[in-house]
């Protein structure tokens, strides 16, 4: 092989394609072409092999520039992000949020003031029902007794007020022909009083007319005590229409009273809700008065009842507007606005309420109850009490600066 017009750098690579070529033509019955070789190139092998395969080479050149430029880009947008994660906390936090809340409406436990045995429940668990539908009776055949004794007496009063009005005029006839007698009488005294002086008149008779008019003078009183009395019981408006006397209008309240306590053993549902707790009242059982049958759930009235911490309050206001999101109803959201704020928190109502003045205080952030009136649309799904909720309330207040930067910019201004 002829190594003539190569450099001493490029002689074994010659020398190696010169050898492929030969092995490549050589007959199958020759002699290996390696046997051949001199041995200084069969003893560098790592000499005549490259390093890097040509196209690992070029793959190596084409990454280098490409991450070299991610870089460089990452670089260039990093002040960008940090400059628009600034803008945003600076104008952010102008929504206070809080998930402790909760569903609320309007419960209550339907009784009844009077007792009596349950003839009739109208309504099963669970049912929706309108303001003024019937939900139970009570057994009412004693109560319509009641009111029957009581309509009597109330008609029994009237028949006795106005036989004493009957009577005070009849009285009052009597007292003024009591007071003629007595004038008459009196005038026959004088005159025999006279006649005695002159020795007239028989003493006899002088006593039997001062007697006659002693008699006429206590009689007439007497008629003026019962006349009294009588207009006493015509609270002194004798000639007053007998429905304006207070005896009259008692017995009229008892009637009422009975008419009244008839009426209640109907029970009718104060508003539009839901009934719960049905099956705890059977027919047939004895119900006590104030005793609780079932409760009814308002459907009408509803609003959330939250307790954000009192760190949190610090831009809430009455009449702020809030988004609702309910957990049973995902991506579903409601609108409503902040009702009131609870002038104290929960844990100062509570049985026993925090020693804050022992030695053993612990600062504990307090939650402030909050109701937030929330607008129902007609097509809107059913909220029920106790479904958690979470409030988004828009007070339009962000967040501004670090403290400690705008104390540095206050102070540089001061130095300024």
Known sequence: MSTTGLDSDDQPTAEISNVRHLRASQPAHLPAIDEVVQPEAKARPDDL??????????????????????????????????VAGGYFYVTGGAVMSTDNAYVQADTVGLSTDV????????VHDNQKVAKGDVLFKLDDQQFKLALDRAQAQLDMTRNTLRAQQTNYLDLQAQVEQAQKDVEFNTANFNRQQQLLTNSFTPRATYDASRNTLQTSQQKLAALKQQLAGVSANLNDTPNAPVETLPSYKNALAARDEAARELAHTVVH??????????????PGQYLTAATTAFNIVSTDHVWVQANPKETELTYVEPGQKV???VDTYPGK??????DSISPASASSFSLLPAENTSGNW?????????RVRVETPADAPPLRVGM?????IETGHSRGLPSFLTGWFHTGASNG
């Open 49 to 82: 092999m490259p390093a890097i395969p040509p196209p690992a080479e070029e793959s190596l050149a084409k990454q280098a520039p490409k991450g070299s430029t991610t870089r460089r880009v990452l670089f260039a947008l990093l002040p960008v992000m940090l």
């Open 115 to 122: 007792s009596g045995i349950v003839s009739q429940v109208t």
């Open 269 to 282: 549902a104060p508003y539009n809700g839901i009934v719960t707790n049905v099956p705890a009242l059977q």
């Open 323 to 325: 988004t609702i999101g």
């Open 333 to 338: 959201t409601w609108t409503g606005t902040v």
């Open 362 to 370: 612990v600062k504990v952030v307090q939650r402030i109850p909050m």
């Open 388 to 392: 958690s909720v979470e409030v988004n």
